[in-house]
């Protein structure tokens, strides 16, 4: 999925294609997601068998966006699908590891590797994931012996194609984030495992979140979306637990926090994100956008 530099998107590409060796028979498809039809053939490389090149009228929202490579996927006839972030690099030996991977643990359904920092190779961002309905949060592991989790990121993520016969596309009500745990928890529940490949590694560009200095987009549709998560699987008296955990901690004590560590020029923005985010999912406004200035 192609949002922002297209040089951040040809890098991509670039180490995709350079997998080696590559066991898949495989079409590369990428979604322009900027609205603004900025991608061109020319500036990307020639795949060999043709680069196809999805240009959406507006930012739909990264879940949209996946669905639209999935439902061109299906019309060639592809068996999986590898979404990779544009601002990650894969490995040489990736694509051949997740081909082990799937003729190995092919119950799993969802496969997705051990995701480093770009500037930090050597630590690691995502392997694995665990839902925390206690805490009210989802949480990255950190330690490579760990395979099996709740979920695995959206970023890197190979989906076998009947898992979405089953479980439906992902939720685009999301827009950001939390669309992966939520595919990943009704892939449980129709009887797959997720699973993340020690052997497959990439590096991610994170970016700002690297260093705790979040944005704006970031905190509203993390704040946003964590209430329209959890309350989506919760019961009764959990519902009314998480609304209180979640005002407390993740509404007033993040705000608190984004004002005494964000950087000046962001303090004001950012809790304004915060609590607009938390406003419309109380109000269950779904396509609004972070209230900021």
């Known amino acids: 999925m192609h949002y922002g530099k297209v040089e951040v998107t040809e890098k991509c590409v670039k180490h995709l294609l350079a997998c080696r060796p590559n066991p898949w028979i495989m079409q590369v498809v990428i979604i322009d997601n900027t609205g603004k039809k900025v991608l061109q053939h020319?500036?990307?490389?020639?795949?060999?068998?043709?680069?196809?090149?999805?240009?959406?009228d507006a930012n739909k929202g990264y879940a949209a966006a996946l669905n639209c490579?999935?439902?061109?996927?299906?019309?060639?006839?592809?068996?999986?699908?590898?979404?990779?972030?544009?601002?990650?690099?894969?490995?040489?030996?990736?694509?051949?590891?997740?081909?082990?991977?799937?003729?190995?643990?092919?119950?799993?359904?969802?496969?997705?590797?051990?995701?480093?920092?770009?500037?930090?190779?050597?630590?690691?961002?995502?392997?694995?994931?665990?839902i925390q309905p206690a805490l009210c949060r989802t949480r990255h592991f950190h330690d490579p012996k760990k395979r099996k989790g709740d979920f695995i990121s959206g970023?890197?993520?190979?989906?076998?194609?009947?898992?979405?016969?089953?479980?439906?596309?992902?939720?685009?009500?999301?827009?950001?984030?939390?669309?992966?745990?939520?595919?990943?928890?009704?892939?449980?529940?129709?009887?797959?495992?997720?699973?993340?490949?020690?052997?497959?590694?990439?590096?991610?560009?994170?970016?700002?979140?690297?260093?705790?200095?979040y944005t704006s987009d970031y905190l509203y549709y993390q704040t946003r979306n964590r209430r329209y998560f959890f309350l989506r699987y919760g019961g009764r008296f959990y519902q009314i637990y998480f609304q209180v955990v979640n005002l407390f901690c993740y509404v007033l004590l993040r705000s608190t926090l984004v004002l005494l560590y964000s950087s000046t020029g962001r303090k004001i923005n950012n809790c304004r994100a915060i609590f607009s985010g938390y406003w419309h999912s109380l109000k269950n406004i779904k396509n609004a956008r972070p209230v900021v200035r």
């Open 155 to 213: 970023a890197l993520m190979l989906v076998d194609c009947d898992v979405f016969n089953k479980t439906g596309l992902f939720e685009t009500d999301y827009f950001l984030y939390f669309e992966d745990a939520d595919l990943c928890l009704r892939s449980r529940i129709a009887g797959y495992l997720p699973y993340t490949i020690t052997e497959v590694i990439a590096r991610h560009d994170i970016g700002a979140i690297d260093k705790n200095d």
């Open 42 to 56: 020319k500036l990307l490389p020639d795949t060999g068998t043709g680069l196809h090149i999805i240009s959406n």
């Open 69 to 130: 490579g999935y439902h061109w996927s299906r019309s060639i006839g592809a068996k999986y699908c590898l979404f990779i972030n544009n601002d990650l690099q894969l490995l040489p030996e990736a694509l051949e590891k997740l081909y082990y991977a799937v003729q190995t643990i092919p119950t799993a359904g969802l496969w997705s590797g051990m995701i480093t920092f770009q500037n930090q190779p050597d630590k690691l961002w995502f392997a694995g994931g665990k």
